[in-house]
């Protein structure tokens, strides 16, 4: 049974700074792997997809990077700005074709 | 992702009654996912659908859960007798031909269920 466990569950920084969100799973045999933003009693916001051939995806102040065989993504986010303060979830795609989620990591950006 | 479309976006049922949740999914997508958000808990996968068909529902509780994609309309996720633990947030998600497995998943806002 795939597990995906998100280090660490909240964050908080001050504006401008680089930050690293993680994401480990124990099973290795994933088709692609999703970083969502979910903010606060709203919908989830696909950022990057991953697909597992796939080393890196980048996207604006965003970059995703996944080692399949070692089971872990992280999620870079460069100059960090408020509007980034969200839940930051990671998702892999498995043979069954359903998103495993993790619990997520709550980030705050200070002014 | 503004594509996949829920209603209602909230939905406040008595203990006993019935609860029909709605989804459209993108224009041309043919596989739907419901998911369900249980208060401070991740994402937990409930079923999968095509058009008509069931595909996966091993995350669906076996009493009072149902879900349905028709030919036509959208997929409704329907909870017989609610009781209070059923309180969530059900997000649908819908992905084009090829499905999640190689494809990006779009999700809708979600539907947030209270029972009181």
């Known amino acids: 049974k795939q597990e995906v466990t998100q280090i660490p569950a909240a964050l908080s920084v001050p504006e401008g700074e680089n930050l690293v969100l993680n994401c480990s799973f124990t099973?290795?045999?994933?088709?692609?792997l999703q970083w969502f933003r979910q903010d606060p009693g709203k919908g989830l916001t696909s950022l990057l997809l991953?697909?597992?051939?796939?080393r890196e995806q980048t996207s604006g102040r965003l970059n995703a990077s996944l080692d399949k065989s070692s089971g872990r993504s992280t999620l870079y986010i460069a100059a960090s700005q408020p509007g980034d303060s969200a839940t930051y979830l990671c998702?892999?795609?498995?043979?069954?074709?359903?998103?495993?989620f993790g619990t997520g990591t709550r980030l705050q950006v200070m002014l | 992702n503004a594509g996949v479309m829920q209603n209602p976006r909230h939905l406040v049922r008595r203990r006993g009654q019935e609860a029909r949740l709605r989804c459209s999914p993108v224009?041309?997508?043919?596989?739907v996912y419901w998911y369900r958000q249980l208060p401070e808990e991740g994402l937990k996968f409930m079923v999968y659908?095509?058009?008509?068909?069931?595909?996966?529902e091993s995350g669906m509780p076996k009493e009072r859960f149902s879900a349905e994609f028709p030919k036509e309309g959208p997929s409704i996720l329907r909870i017989q007798q609610v009781v209070r633990g059923d309180s969530a947030a059900y997000f649908c998600?819908?992905?084009?031909?090829?499905?999640?497995?190689?494809?990006?998943?779009?999700f809708g806002q979600g539907t947030r269920l209270t029972v009181v």
């Open positions: 099973d290795s045999a994933i088709y692609n």
């Open positions: 991953i697909q597992s051939s796939q």
């Open positions: 659908l095509q058009k008509e068909n069931i595909i996966d």
């Open positions: 998702a892999v795609s498995g043979t069954a074709s359903k998103l495993t």
């Open positions: 998600a819908s992905s084009p031909q090829k499905g999640a497995r190689d494809t990006e998943a779009f």
């Open positions: 224009k041309g997508h043919s596989h």
